[in-house]
């Protein structure tokens, strides 16, 4: 069993459509929340989230999800804090964001471990291992999917 979600994991970070093929749903949170043990409000509180940080759905269950958040630990989160529009976090220390997805692009900008961009989706067919990008500021370009987590 854990090699199937192992495995699921490492395709979703291959390619964004590996992970609508394993069945991986990722969301964001509407606002900052708190992360319980367990699907209660009467469970240990674990940790804060930040508004807009993507999360992975493991498991729904009477308006609470259980997620895993980008650094890999899993924890409930009332259904009312999650929303559909998608966000993806940088992992690596300086992610570049490039004007087509080619690695001898013409730079667009740089962006820093844990910022948050939203994926946009592309007119054209995107290469493989790469996502089309858009940073709060307007700036938008092409980064490696390696780069970030949240796909």
């Known amino acids: 069993?854990?090699?199937?979600?192992?495995?699921?994991?490492f395709a979703a970070?291959?390619?964004?459509?590996?992970?609508?093929?394993?069945g991986?749903?990722?969301r964001s949170l509407s606002d900052v929340a708190v992360m319980y043990d367990a699907p209660s409000r009467q469970a240990?509180?674990?940790f804060v989230i930040a508004r807009q940080t993507p999360v992975e759905v493991v498991r729904s269950?009477?308006?609470?999800?259980k997620?895993?958040?980008?650094?890999?630990?899993?924890?409930w989160v009332e259904s009312s804090a999650l929303v559909a529009q998608r966000t993806v976090i940088v992992t690596v220390e300086r992610a570049r964001?490039?004007?087509?997805?080619?690695?001898?692009?013409?730079?667009?900008?740089?962006?820093e471990r844990r910022v948050l961009l939203e994926p946009v989706p592309s007119a054209e067919p995107v290469a493989a291992?790469?996502?089309?990008?858009?940073?709060?500021?307007?700036?938008?370009?092409?980064?490696?999917?390696?780069q970030v987590w949240g796909l």
Request: contains cysteine; positive net charge.
């Open 13 to 22: 970070s291959v390619c964004p459509l590996a992970a609508l093929a394993a």
């Open 44 to 46: 240990r509180q674990q």
């Open 97 to 111: 964001v490039l004007a087509r997805a080619e690695d001898s692009a013409p730079l667009v900008f740089e962006a």
């Open 67 to 75: 997620v895993r958040e980008p650094g890999g630990m899993l924890a």
């Open 129 to 146: 291992g790469w996502a089309r990008v858009k940073h709060r500021d307007g700036q938008s370009g092409f980064i490696r999917i390696s």
């Open 1 to 9: 069993m854990k090699f199937k979600a192992a495995l699921a994991a």
């Open 61 to 65: 269950q009477a308006g609470w999800v």
């Open 24 to 26: 991986i749903e990722f």
